[in-house]
């Protein structure tokens, strides 16, 4: 067989492997508790009023999908993505700068060292963008966990006060810093252009995937609904994400050598490969030119798919 169709092909399983591990882990978390949330503001169950589907219809004809967003499956929504990491770019620009980036790596690095790698450079390099976007990302989502306990003392001595939940969102806005300054300050002008508060809320817990800020919107629309302490619950919401940071860090320090041996099990055979390939470039080639070679190349891949996801698994702990 042709080795630049072997080569081709083993791109593929990579790239097929990526998307299958892609879905594993970031596929919707907390499913469960969400629905449930929303169960008990009624928001599913919440019918549409004639001014809600006239606002809905001019919002589906200005926000229509683009064709990347049709492309892409729903769990990779490039345009949420980049909305949650707070990166002022277009999903065509992220596109573009994958292509680029995974062509010159192909091109330029792919003939440098050899041509039968060029598939797979090509593949490294288009998923660097993306992957700068999830890590970005992940440290926004992050940093506004970490900032949210604080927001919510802030929300409870604004209103122990004598001020308004309004107005106590507006003091979120003002004090703390980015990110959760700037959607909480996202709905306080929300509301003040007349959506209710409620809905903001809802907006800003779509816009975030935190399950403690739905909690957050769960007890406000309740209470809003039903009456009660405001303040008292948003300390012991507070409390709680405190603790729950506290054993979240004891579980990360306990598992500290899993995830290290893990990083080093995993690119321990890419680097292997590399330095392999530039010392002795005879030698490393028999891996996609010989038959045994091939299907010792494609069962090491697989190998290394199926052992990083169960080293995610075992390190992974949920709080």
Known sequence: ??????????GALVVGAALALMAAFVGRGDDRANDRLDQLVGRGNRKDSSADMLLKQALNQVDRKTVFDKLTPEFFNMTKMLEQADANYKPGAILGSALAVGGFSAVVLGFMVSPYIAPVLFIMGFSLPFLWLMWKRKSR??????????????????????????????????????????EFARVYEEQNLGIPIEEALMNMADRVPNLDLKFFVTSVSIQRQTGGDLAEILDRIGYVIRERFKILGQVKALSAEGRLSGVVLISLPIGLFFLMLFMKPDYIKLLWTDDIGIKMSIGALVALIVGSYVIKKIVDIKV
Do not use: T
């Not at 067989?1 to 083993?10: A, G, K, Q, T, Y």
């Open 1 to 10: 067989m042709n080795p630049m169709v072997i080569s081709l092909l083993v």
């Open 141 to 182: 989502l992050n940093a506004f966990a970490g900032q949210l306990p604080d927001a919510m003392e802030l929300i409870a001595r604004a209103l122990r006060a004598g001020h308004s939940l309004a107005s106590g969102l507006h003091v979120v806005a003002e004090e703390m810093p980015k990110p959760i300054s700037k």
